[in-house]
């Protein structure tokens, strides 16, 4: 049977089993508080809004879905498939995210699938099925289920907070990587979503008082440099001038050695 998450007293009640099934999750719980139920719109519009927003800040991703949307009232897969790709990339998109719109379209309009019924299926067929479509990975699939159709069992095991928040909540030695996170999730079965959500919650509450950083989380740490200090500065500007002064120097040098050599040489005769 699968469960929707279309309310807040969904999602409540659905909280209430998921730490019935897993009490290691009831202090993260208690941490988080009350929380609210993420919705969003779903078919052609809701999906591409999310394949739009990939790897890119919140603040942007809003830019361009507002832009994109503006432009094609209303958002319609046929008139994005007919529209002219100079014009989609004016409005902030990538060739890659202009192929998987248009492609998405495509089978959306041929009835390859349907973006709204595919909820009613099991999450994993669900996803696989959304994953087959160009430039849907993942992330995207699930983020879509989970939001746009509200399906309870969707669970983005890519999600850096998801993973991040129940590293400290389960407390684990390190982050989970995606498939480590799913293997974990099975046991929140049929409640994955509602699992997604206290992860989220309980991140942001845990990033206030730790000051977890989700933005450097992937990436490499920045090398303190040392403060430059003026005679530094003036070194760096004066550099052709010394290093020519250490270059006459050197010469100098090697001069009075082969001069040395020389005259040693002559009184040896």
């Not at 004016?90 to 192929?99: P, Y």
């Not at 498939?179 to 974990?184: F, G, M, Q, R, Y």
């Not at 003036?234 to 120097?249: F, L, N, R, V, Y």
Request: glycine share 6%.
């Amino acid at each position: 049977m699968t469960h929707f998450l279309h309310t807040q007293s969904d999602l409540e009640a659905g909280l209430a089993e998921l730490l019935r099934i897993d009490p290691r999750l009831v202090p993260a719980a208690e941490k988080a508080g009350t929380f609210a139920l993420r919705r969003r719109e779903g078919g052609y519009p809701g999906l591409c809004a999310i394949v739009c927003g990939q790897q890119l800040s919140t603040a942007s991703a809003a830019a361009i879905r507002d832009r994109l949307f503006k432009a094609f009232e209303p958002f319609h897969h046929d008139a994005v498939r007919a529209a002219r790709s100079d014009k989609l990339k004016r409005l902030g998109l990538s060739n890659a995210k202009i192929k998987a719109v248009k492609e998405i379209g495509k089978a959306v309009s041929t009835g390859a699938i349907d973006l709204n019924a595919v909820g009613e299926m099991d999450a994993d067929a669900a996803h696989a099925l959304l994953t087959a479509l160009h430039g849907v990975g993942p992330w995207t699939a699930d983020i879509y289920l989970l939001f746009c159709l509200g399906h309870a069992d969707a669970f983005p095991a890519g999600d850096l907070a998801v993973q991040e928040a129940a590293r400290i909540a389960l407390d684990l030695r390190k982050r989970p990587d995606p498939k480590a996170l799913t293997k974990i999730a099975e046991a929140w079965r049929p409640w994955r979503g509602v699992a997604a959500h206290l992860m989220w919650a309980y991140y942001h509450v845990v990033k206030r008082r730790e000051g977890i950083s989700l933005e450097t989380a992937d990436k490499k740490p920045i090398k303190k440099t040392k403060k430059r200090t003026a005679k530094a500065v003036d070194a760096k500007k004066h550099w052709p001038q010394i290093k020519k002064t250490k270059i006459s120097a050197k010469k100098k040098t090697e001069t009075a050695k082969r001069a040395k050599k020389a005259k040693g040489v002559k009184r040896a005769t």
